[in-house]
């Protein structure tokens, strides 16, 4: 039989990018074969962008949007878009909030409408308002009552000192529970601002949008109003090496926690890097550091690196579970793979695993119209306007040279805080 011809492969939609007259920043990306459409409203307002007196209001007015607006009663929202067939919700972050639909495409336009309404009007009813109260300082307290957050959160506070990364998202209860009605509009509308929001619809949509920009120009979001503060740059992250332990009861298992800092998000093609390399050190049970701690030396019950992409700073984060006699064995070890990495580069195939990897991970999410309206409408909100296919080409660029020279001495023992944290 001859052989067959490979397929070509399809070439990344660019998105649509469009700014309202008010400076609202928009951005549709068409997914001809996606079953429903993601409609991702962003805005850079979150827990970083709070003062002393404000913590965790961000995160709280997320919950109070959801209670209504001017023109929608509470629960009102949810009704009406499950109706329609969809599903909505929505995040906190500490750089950012964002709310979303998914729906049918042929109800699109009207879950369009209804989001902008709830997110750009809460109602805040004094009344809701309390009754969140109770909510969030419940979500709080299940937060406290869970040993491994804990030590997740003294393992920022510590290495994070004052910034805002090093602050609870959900915020200090003290100040939860003197927050009001008024002092949230006045955040919404410090920071609910066109030039601070981007609205992302991925789907299938089509490629025209003459008749978005029309209709969006007359939404809420067209009629919203610019200016006040400035817009501010985020406070660089300078992360504290160091170490500490810590007895919690109730902790079922010790466990080592570990940061590091990278460059912040707008380094893109270094956050491509360090996904690289998180993936070639801890992804799968040939990566090195699985490999080492976990098969060779069975020292850990699991062990982990994650990539935190942040505006002030990317954080590293390891965590290596074990039994707390182990603890100062896994540390070493963890110590001696990365010092092997920065003498010898990793090999050309433990590199391209790693690639393969992270680049089918992100091929796989642009299957999904929910992946796509986030991931281009946090990038243009913060101002990265490029292309879908731009971090596979990222990805390309790295090799075993290049992530020795320029990351893996940021991985350093030394650079790191850590934490061991053991039953108490």
């Not at 509470?74 to 729906?103: C, I, K, P, Q």
Request: charged share 25%.
């Amino acid at each position: 039989m001859p052989p067959q011809p490979v397929a070509a492969v399809q070439p990344l939609p660019d998105p649509q990018q469009l700014h309202l007259s008010n400076g609202a920043a928009v951005v549709q990306i068409d997914l001809p074969q996606a079953p429903v459409v993601c409609i991702d409203f962003w805005c850079r307002a979150g827990s970083a962008r709070e003062s002393s007196s404000e913590s965790g209001i961000a995160h709280f007015l997320e919950h109070m949007v959801f209670k209504g607006s001017a023109r929608l009663a509470a629960g009102e929202f949810d009704y009406r878009v499950e109706a329609l067939g969809g599903n909505s919700n929505a995040a906190t972050g500490f750089d950012d909030v964002h709310y979303h639909v998914l729906m049918p495409p042929e109800a699109s336009d009207d879950a369009l409408e209804l989001l902008l309404d709830l997110v750009l009007e809460p109602r805040l009813d004094a009344a809701d308002f309390e009754l969140e109260r109770q909510v969030v300082l419940e979500e709080l307290a299940q937060s406290e009552d869970q040993p491994e957050e804990v030590a997740f959160q003294e393992l920022l506070h510590q290495a994070c000192g004052s910034h805002a990364y090093g602050l609870p998202i959900l915020g200090e209860r003290e100040a939860l529970e003197a927050h009001r009605p008024d002092a949230m509009a006045l955040f919404h509308r410090r920071h609910y601002r066109p030039e601070r929001c981007c609205l992302a619809i991925a789907g299938p949509v089509g490629t025209r949008t003459d008749a978005l920009r029309e209709r969006l120009e007359r939404s809420r979001l067209g009629q919203l109003q610019p200016g006040g503060e400035p817009e501010t740059t985020p406070t660089p992250l300078d992360l504290q090496a160091g170490s500490a332990r810590l007895e919690l009861p109730r902790l079922e298992a010790a466990r080592l926690l570990m940061v590091w800092q990278l460059p912040g998000a707008a380094d893109q093609r270094t956050v491509l890097g360090g996904d690289l390399l998180t993936t070639l050190l801890a992804e799968g049970r040939r990566s090195r550091l699985v490999e080492r701690l976990r098969e060779e030396l069975r020292l850990v019950e699991s062990i982990d690196l994650d990539l935190n992409v942040l505006e002030s700073g990317c954080l590293v984060l390891l965590e290596a579970v074990c039994e707390a006699e182990q603890l100062e064995a896994v540390e070493r070890e963890v110590g001696r793979v990365l010092l092997e990495l920065q003498e010898r580069p990793a090999a050309a195939a433990e590199v391209e695993r790693a690639r393969r990897l992270v680049g089918n991970g992100y091929r796989f999410s642009l299957e999904v119209a929910g992946s796509v309206a986030a991931m281009v409408g946090n990038s243009h909100l913060w101002q990265r306007r490029h292309g879908l296919q731009a971090p596979l080409d990222w990805l390309q660029q790295w090799d075993a040279d290049s992530l020795q020279r320029e990351l893996v001495p940021l991985l350093a023992p030394e650079r790191a805080f850590s934490l061991r944290a053991v039953p108490a």
